[in-house]
């Protein structure tokens, strides 16, 4: 079972959970088995000495990632991301 900061189990069953995490965590990928979740690039900005990506999945989700490799609009990528770097909030 989970556990918070402090150790203590979390019985999270039946409760909404909200996954998030930090752009400039995840890593885009060509390889559809690489992340967690695959989808579309639909739109991009160039930051300053990265680019922002937003990838939608096959299930409308929106996903925000940095990256300092140009991708296009409509590249078929995956969001890969390791396991410590989720951020776990029970709603």
Not at 61 to 89: A, C, P
């Amino acid at each position: 079972m989970p556990a918070d900061a402090q150790g203590k189990e979390i019985d999270w069953k039946g409760r909404k959970v909200v996954v998030s995490f930090l752009p400039e965590d995840a890593v885009l990928s060509d390889d559809a088995e690489a992340g967690f979740v695959e989808g579309n690039i639909f739109n991009f900005i160039f930051m300053d000495n990265y680019y922002r990506y937003r990838v939608r999945s096959q299930s409308e989700e929106d996903y925000i990632v940095n990256d300092e490799y140009l991708w296009n609009v409509g590249d078929h990528v995956s969001v890969g991301l390791s396991k410590e770097k989720f951020v776990f909030e029970l709603v």
